[in-house]
């Protein structure tokens, strides 16, 4: 890596700094940071319904000290702020998604003040030069639609495709890009299966249905929004580079299995229209009848594919019961998630992407960034060096001719970190909860410094 001249900062320390500038990247390469509706936007205002993370957090143990979205960061009345914030940063772009439970409070019926809050939040970005990433839905679906079987039920993504021509009606004119749901590993299988997301389910046929379901609710929201005339829609999924947790075959298969079902199902599908044979094996038992009919809305042709990665995980096999996975934890140094530092599993998957699925489709990474609890110009460092990693491995992907035209920071802001609540702290903005202070931290300095090169 390129040296670049120590600056120092007012009490005559080194001033950490990254090791790339806007310039060591292609022309056009475009710079996000991403929040979410329910992580930031406080979900008390505005006349938003209830949603099943607002449920799930009423349940005793399942969300650090039961804490909740009511008020988070209050973007909702600070979001001027907060974009002037993604514009100091010399940001291009801004993912955000929209709630569907303060649109539709009851999951079908439009509530006019949701649609006038994204209205302004979209002109807001475009006045500040930003361009507007949309994602539909991450994760908050409103209480009324869980109740009647949520994302293990074929209703709700016919539902989804009715918010997604209502948001396109209202925004689609101008926004940057569009996805349909953020992460639907986690929205199907983390939170149906793992149970540790919102419904909190721990079943395996009604993961296999939210599998099925989450992406033809992509599917149908990529024909709604092509219907309204959207342009430039995408695909955005997690994940994470599996590794036999020691030498033996099993463990390989194990990796294998697990790799199948995080990085594997989704791309398969949206992409290709089928899904992994070896883990269709274990899952087809459960579909719903008739599943295969659906594929070919699933894989409607996408502009471009979304890659949120943030770790990579070490399996072995366990357990009489199909998969048969578990992971072991990985050497430290760990981030306060607990997850292993492997930036190169993002060089990896990328090229891996591109090459089994992807093709020429430009990729974005859609979503990086590590926990820390410091903000001090110096203890943030572990957050730049973080980062600095995994651009790195970018580069070197792009150098190799990955199609990659974009990376979007997670977060901008200290937020909500769902079932973990509000102490682990993803921002490159530091927030005080209290107070709803914003203060940048050394990581946002250096970015900025970076993006100005
Ligand atoms: C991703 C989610 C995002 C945030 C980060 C840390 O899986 O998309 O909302 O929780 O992890």
């Known amino acids: 890596m390129r040296s670049r001249p ?59 000290r039961g804490e909740n979205g009511a008020v988070a960061c209050d973007h909702y009345h600070r979001w001027p702020e907060d974009l002037d914030l993604i514009r100091d940063a010399g940001l291009d772009a801004y993912r955000f998604s929209t709630s569907w439970a303060r649109i539709m409070p009851d999951g079908v019926t439009v509530n006019p003040d949701g649609l006038d809050f994204y209205d302004r939040l979209v ?13 539909l839905y991450h994760w908050e679906l409103p209480e009324a639609l869980s109740l009647r079987g949520g994302w293990t039920v074929r209703e709700i993504p016919e539902r989804l495709a009715d918010l997604a021509t209502v948001v396109a009606r209202r925004l689609g004119d101008r926004l940057y890009s569009t996805a349909p749901i953020n992460e639907p590993w986690c929205v199907a299988w983390l939170s149906h299966y ?12 009604a993961a296999a249905r939210a599998m099925h379901y989450v992406g033809l609710a992509h599917g149908l929201c ?58 269709l094996a274990g899952l087809e038992p459960h579909l719903p009848e008739g599943w295969a009919r659906d594929m070919e809305v699933i894989s409607q042709p996408v502009d471009w594919f979304g890659i ?3 770790t990579c995980r070490r399996l072995r096999q366990d357990g009489p019961v199909w998969p048969h996975v578990i992971d072991v934890p990985g050497p430290p140094p760990l981030t306060d998630m607990g997850w292993e530092i492997a930036p190169e599993g993002l060089g990896r998957l990328l090229r891996r992407t591109a090459r089994d699925f992807t093709g020429d489709t430009p990729l974005f990474v859609t ?39 974009g990376y979007t920071f997670w977060s901008l802001l200290d937020n909500f970190e769902w079932a973990l609540g509000y102490d682990k702290r993803f921002g490159l903005v ?24």
């Open 194 to 205: 793992h149970g540790d997301h919102a419904p909190g389910t721990t079943d395996l046929g």
């Open 367 to 405: 979503e990086n960034g590590m926990a820390s609890p410091h903000y001090d110009d110096r203890p943030d460092q572990p957050r730049i060096d973080y980062l600095d990693a995994h651009l790195r491995q970018a580069r070197d992907a792009i150098a190799d001719g990955v199609p990659l035209r």
């Open 308 to 310: 949120n990665y943030y």
């Open 222 to 279: 990529l024909s709604a929004l092509r219907a309204e005339g959207v342009a430039n829609l995408g695909a955005v999924c997690n994940m994470e580079y599996a590794l036999p947790a020691d030498d033996s075959a099993d463990s390989e298969t194990a990796a294998q299995l697990y790799d199948g079902i995080y990085n594997r199902w989704f791309p398969g599908a949206f992409l290709q229209g089928v899904y992994p044979d070896d883990i």
């Open 6 to 64: 120590r600056r120092l900062d007012r009490t005559g320390a080194a001033m950490t700094e990254f090791s790339w500038k806007r310039s060591d990247f292609p022309e056009g390469f475009v710079f996000a940071a991403a929040t979410s509706a329910y992580q930031i936007e406080g979900h008390a205002f505005g006349g938003a319904g209830r949603t099943h993370w607002d449920r799930f957090a009423e349940i005793p143990g399942k969300v650090a």
């Open 430 to 453: 530091h927030v005080d909860f209290e107070t709803q202070t914003r203060t940048p931290k050394a990581s946002y300095r250096a970015l900025a410094r970076a993006l100005a090169d």
């Open 123 to 135: 002109d807001g970005m475009l006045e500040r030069g930003l361009r507007p990433m949309a994602t």
